[in-house]
């Protein structure tokens, strides 16, 4: 595997890519032209060549030479060099531990029970439902032996960032019809003797949001509020009656808005489901309109749809792309990083430009660009942990609960087996190998190896593998919006934070 490859934008023009100094920039042909010669053994052929590289490049000896001479100085100082991956470095019970210590992110299923009856929701009839309901609600024990578990690994030498505030997030169902829970759970926590500070979120479709606000603004909670957009595009969230909950959730909003404008500018966020009754374009006009916010607008999710319901799924599902095409120039300019494309743009400069960094450990200490075999999946605990209403402790709400990696016991015990986490993730990553050794997707995979489909299989298959002309292909899309004028490329480098 070659650490340069080159790549020919949808305007003609050639840049080179390099996967070890993470630099692409533009290159004549003839460097191109050099590069294929010398990896024959011909490179001192050059001068046979007569013409054009291409329509646009025209060439004689004085210009041969000099780029000769560039690509002999490029392969001099790194370009050009044969990279191979290493093996994943192995987990261990000890480095799991040290991840648990500096968790600053839980998410709670509190309850999996809800006010409404969405058409789309993951646990409706659209779905074949991977997650047991026996249970579907946990208690003030549960949520308190979570905190009693990670406490003392907050206090210990372990956790690097001994003061840094841990997030707090309900989540359902409804999480408002646990209204009680939630009120008993943030007062315990704020009586907790600990360096850490605690910061609270919800997300909520809002229908009994009004008559809980005070708390909330009281304690700072962040919330995010489940709007599609106008009624029409609202109407797939509808009550148990079949009635669309549009009109209740808009009246609550705009009385929030008007009582506490202050938290309202600083705390309030909105989610929106993108379907066949709204767009990217009309969402976000009625929200900004309406409320002065720009919307997250996600596609439906199109993983475990029911065989029998795939008519009636296609016909509800859009792309983000697919929306809102004739208009995309301007929606990106007003929604800026809220625009998919322009979110990947970030994450794709985050993983493939230099002077980006994904840790302080790689700021401080990391002098050269290291090759990673590994995917794209977390570290176990390295983001958040997620406590699903049926007490599976879990490393992410995306994930389907067979993959749970311990439990909350009924009698409140946090139970977390560390030497078999490790192993886990290791005869996962082990079967994982062969596919990411020879992909070119280095330092920048963004799979989940838990959201295959044929993870318990001998041989998985990833779907995200890339070979070299795949990843020239994936190189060329952001080159080809980054030429395109539309993207503000010095606001991104120097205003976007990605966490």
């Given amino acids: 595997m070659k650490s340069s490859i080159f790549i020919t934008s949808s305007r003609g023009n050639t840049y080179i890519y390099d996967f070890l100094k993470k630099e692409f920039f533009p290159v004549n042909p003839l460097i ?25 490049v025209w060439f004689d000896n004085n210009m041969l030479d000099y780029y000769v001479e560039k690509y002999k100085i490029m392969k001099l100082n790194g370009y050009f060099q044969t990279i191979s991956k290493p093996h994943f470095e192995k987990y261990t019970s000890e480095s799991i531990l040290k991840s648990l210590s500096n968790i600053n992110n839980l998410v709670f299923e509190i309850t999996r029970n809800c006010n409404l009856s969405c058409v789309y929701c993951i646990n409706g009839s659209l779905y074949s439902s991977q997650i047991p309901t026996k249970e579907k609600s ?62 609270f979120s919800m997300t909520t479709n809002a229908i009994l949001l009004k008559e809980y606000i005070d708390f909330f603004v009281e304690n700072n909670f962040n919330i995010t509020i489940s709007l599609d957009g106008d009624e029409i595009g609202h109407s797939y969230r509808i009550f148990r009656d079949g009635k669309n909950s549009f009109k209740s959730v808009y009246d609550t909003l705009k009385y929030i808005m008007g009582k506490y404008p202050n938290f309202w500018k600083t705390n309030i966020s909105f989610n929106s489901v993108l379907h066949n009754r709204n767009s990217v374009n009309s969402i976000h006009e009625f929200i900004y309109n309406e409320f002065n916010k720009i919307p997250a607008i996600h596609s439906l999710n199109n993983s475990g749809v029911r065989y ?28 800026f990083t809220s625009d998919s494309r322009i979110l990947n743009l970030c994450k794709f400069l985050l993983r493939y430009s230099r002077d980006q960094y994904f840790d302080y450990e790689s700021l401080l200490y990391s002098s050269n660009v290291e090759i990673n075999s590994s995917t794209g999946t977390c570290f176990p605990f390295s983001r958040k942990i997620y406590i699903s209403s049926d007490r599976n402790i879990l490393v992410c709400e995306k994930i389907n609960h067979k993959y749970s990696l311990g439990r909350i016991n009924g009698n409140g015990s946090f139970s977390l087996d560390l030497d078999y986490i490790a192993k886990k993730y290791n005869s996962l990553y082990e079967k994982m190998f062969a596919n990411c050794k020879s992909c070119y997707m280095l330092n920048g995979c963004s799979q989940c190896i838990f959201q295959l489909d044929s993870l318990d299989s001998d041989k998985p298959i990833c779907w995200l593998h890339k070979s070299e002309r795949q990843m020239i292909d994936y190189i060329r899309y952001y080159i080809d919006l980054l030429e395109d004028g539309n993207i503000e490329y010095e606001k991104i480098l120097n205003n976007c934070v990605l966490s």
């Fill in 308 to 335: 029998e319901m795939l008519s009636i799924f296609n016909k509800m599902y859009r792309s983000y792309d697919y929306s809102d095409r004739s208009k995309s120039s301007n929606l990106m300019q007003k929604r």
């Fill in 32 to 56: 191109v032209l050099c590069y294929k010669l010398d990896e024959k053994g011909e490179l001192a052929k050059i001068k046979q060549i007569k013409g054009s590289v291409n329509q646009k």
């Fill in 138 to 199: 946990l208690t003030f024990n549960d949520l308190k032996a979570t905190i009693d578990y990670l406490s003392p690994l907050w206090n210990s030498n372990y956790n690097k960032s001994p003061f840094h505030a841990v997030s707090i997030g309900f989540y359902g169902g409804e999480p408002l019809l646990k209204y009680s829970l939630i009120k008993e759970f943030v007062e315990y926590c704020k009586s907790l003797n600990l360096k850490r500070s605690f910061n």
